[in-house]
């Protein structure tokens, strides 16, 4: 209905292109990630809302570092699907791009706590706008 679609359309949140992405996940082969460390890199986007002339290159790399970056996995169904990590750098993982590096580190996969996913072709919402990461 009507209705339905227009309260659809309130409820979305448009998020700036280069503060969160849906990317795929994969392990981190090289085992340098912590337990709760995440590799993020990815290619900055034009943002047709922001009227800054500051912005990095469109097409040029960023690897978000220092900050915590909220994930879960496409689709969320459930509130406790979505969880917090720390975006680590790694020059070991700096040839991957426009994908979510999990560590392989830990007790558990730490994918097991988003919908029980696994790596096997899993898309992920990422975030690291600093509004949106509790």
Not at 8 to 35: C, H, Q, S
Not at 82 to 97: G, I, N, Q, S, T
Not at 98 to 111: A, E, L, N, Y
Request: proline share 7%; net charge negative.
């Amino acid at each position: 209905s009507q209705a339905a679609r227009n309260l659809l359309n309130r409820t979305r949140i448009r998020l700036p292109p280069n503060l969160g992405r849906y990317m795929f996940g994969i392990v981190d082969e090289y085992n340098v990630l912590k337990a709760g460390e995440v590799f993020v890199q990815y290619t900055v986007l034009k943002d047709p809302e922001s009227s800054t002339s500051n912005e990095d290159r469109v097409g040029s790399v960023k690897v978000v570092s220092g900050v915590d970056v909220v994930i879960t996995k496409n689709p969320c169904h459930h509130p406790g699907d979505v969880r917090r990590f720390r975006a680590a750098d790694y020059p070991e993982l700096r040839h991957l791009k426009d994908v979510i590096v999990f560590s392989q580190q830990g007790d558990r996969p730490p994918t097991h706590d988003i919908s029980g996913s696994d790596l096997d072709g899993d898309e992920y919402l990422v975030l690291w706008h600093p509004d949106l990461v509790p």
